[in-house]
């Protein structure tokens, strides 16, 4: 079974620039989350999606992330403008339902100069 | 949800087993306790959870204390390869499934 699948791993840009992310879940899996970890921290929940639907959005930057889920499959996670804290890997992961088990894909690392 | 305590690090060697304790003393009863990993450059891995009762799989076993309050995560042969902080969060049963990582523990497995 292929898991989460992100693109791309790395991505290095300079503040006020713009930046997406993109995400492939486990086939079949209903729900997906985006995840920022910065280093030496655990990751952070930005977003949950069920579905194509959002469920949970409360510790997403509005004013500069974005997030979407076209036809509840992949996923897209935009930044814009760019922070010099927003440097962070950014993981994707995704459960069956929502109550299961989270699996994670490898994360894109984010440097903001 | 409950919040959780782990040691900062640890060290184990090469074939003993690991013991990886965490605190949870403000669990409540339809609360899990989750474990998972993360190896250096690689996302979060799922190891195993639990609610009441110990628990075992082919990665780890989990020790959970009769008043809930603290668990035992325990790799019975630690290799090179479980080098990973390891992370306990609790849970709430259904719910939205939100995960809150803490720092974790770093578990450093030498020869």
């Known amino acids: 079974e292929a898991g989460v699948a992100q693109s791309p791993r790395y991505k290095i840009i300079e503040k006020r620039q713009s930046v997406a992310f993109w995400c492939n879940p486990i086939s079949g899996h209903a729900t997906l989350y985006w995840y920022q970890q910065i280093l030496g921290q655990g990751p952070k929940l930005l977003i949950q999606f069920q579905n194509n639907g959002v469920v949970d959005d409360s510790q997403l930057p509005k004013d500069r992330f974005s997030a979407e889920r076209l036809k509840g499959v992949d996923s897209t996670l935009k930044i814009q403008p760019a922070k010099l804290e927003d440097s962070a890997v950014y993981l994707c992961a995704s459960s069956l339902i929502r109550t299961d088990t989270q699996y994670f894909g490898p994360g894109t690392r984010l440097t903001v100069l | 949800d409950a919040k959780t305590t782990q040691p900062t690090s640890m060290d184990c060697a090469e074939g003993r087993a690991a013991n990886l304790p965490c605190n949870h003393s403000?669990?409540?009863?339809?609360?899990?306790v989750y474990w998972y990993r993360q190896i250096h450059s690689q996302g979060p891995q799922y190891i195993i959870h639990?609610?009441?009762n110990n628990e075992t799989n082919e990665m780890a076993s989990l020790i959970i204390t009769e008043d809930r309050k603290s668990s035992t995560l325990i790799l019975p042969h630690a290799t090179l390869r479980d080098t990973a902080v390891y992370y306990c969060i609790v849970r709430l049963s259904g719910g939205y499934n939100k995960l809150i990582f803490g720092a974790g523990t770093r578990l450093a497995v030498h020869p």
């Open positions: 639990g609610l009441k």
């Open positions: 403000t669990i409540s009863g339809n609360e899990y």
